[in-house]
């Protein structure tokens, strides 16, 4: 990882994700809505893991600059693109704490994602939304991703070869805050 990608928040290596905002992102009290930052986490796992649905994905030429060329970072094993022939990946839990208002700007937004957590049917991905610059930290957020058999419907276990690829790249997860009971 190069010297200048650091992220405060992150105690272990990460791919960042750089994701240029739309004007059509912002709502009307000015800044990125809530379910568009939920579509960034989602472009930025895509981008930084691989597609769910690599197997039926047009082919991306290699010699055009694009979306492919706006990870930086730690290359993670490429299981979510290589599982997606037998595999639905699905999103089983979101947990996402809003910080600060994303304005709309010129130029993209980081996301920096992790590995978080691995259990035998599941995958969990941390992500920080902040500058690039890593001046300002806007969001922090978790998602679970079950696998699930695309024939049966039912959740599968990683194989051994998924897990020996993604164990070695578990990190702490990001730092949200505790949810406290309720009454």
């Not at 990870?71 to 693109?81: I, S």
């Amino acid at each position: 990882m190069p010297e200048s990608l650091s992220n405060p928040l992150l105690s272990g290596p990460f791919a960042r994700v750089l994701i240029e905002l739309r004007w059509g992102d912002m709502d009307a009290y000015g800044h990125v809505n809530n379910v568009t930052q939920l579509r960034l986490l989602e472009e930025a796992r895509v981008r930084a893991f691989g597609s769910p649905t690599a197997d039926r994905d047009a082919a991306a030429p290699a010699d055009i600059p694009g979306a492919g060329h706006s990870v930086q970072g730690r290359a993670f094993p490429p299981v979510l693109g290589e599982a997606a022939g037998e595999t639905n990946l699905l999103v089983f839990s979101h947990r996402i704490e809003y910080r600060r208002p994303i304005g709309f700007r010129t130029g993209p937004i980081a996301v920096d994602t992790v590995i978080s957590g691995l259990t035998p049917a599941t995958m969990e991905v941390g992500y920080v939304i902040a500058e690039p610059d890593g001046s300002e930290v806007y969001t922090l957020a978790e998602t679970v991703i079950a696998f699930v058999d695309a024939r049966t419907g039912r959740a599968r276990r990683l194989s051994e070869a998924e897990t020996a690829a993604v164990e070695p790249f578990v990190t702490a997860p990001v730092p949200l805050r505790p949810v406290r009971a309720r009454r």
